[in-house]
């Protein structure tokens, strides 16, 4: 995994996970596929920043005071995967929700180009072939 790609991932997560969309695109490129994982509910793919927007959009949209902590980092070779913890109120329920959201981030040119989304560390390492 380049030090660079694993930067360019950190300060994504860092500014995105705390609501700092708009300078967070800094490290996205404008043609960045998004596709949430078939075991996910609705799953969908989403194209460039306004896809990107959207898919958050989609997800945040069930919750009050939605965060994103960034808990671990693996070298998945072309790709690094992401592990976090989102935090939120369910907007329906009201009830405190946490749970872990895997990511897997090809990087191109300092810029985010693809990113796949999983329910488990589990799911997004078997698919880059790795397993925990």
Do not use: C
């Not at 070779?77 to 959201?101: D, F, L």
């Amino acid at each position: 995994m380049s030090r660079e790609n694993v930067e360019v991932v950190t300060r994504w997560f860092e500014l995105f996970g705390r609501g700092a969309h708009e300078p967070a695109l800094r490290y996205v490129d404008p043609a960045i596929e998004t596709h949430e994982g078939v075991e996910l509910p609705g799953a969908a793919s989403y194209f460039g920043h306004a896809g990107l927007a959207m898919a958050y959009d989609n997800w945040a949209s069930q919750f009050d005071d939605l965060r994103i902590e960034l808990e671990e980092l693996v070298d998945a070779g072309s790709a690094v995967v992401a592990v976090t913890r989102h935090h939120g109120r369910g907007r329906a329920s009201g009830a405190a929700v946490q749970a872990v959201v895997a990511y897997v981030l090809t990087v191109e040119d300092g810029k985010l180009v693809r990113m796949r989304i999983f329910n488990t560390k589990t799911q997004a390492l078997e698919a880059v072939g790795l397993r925990e």
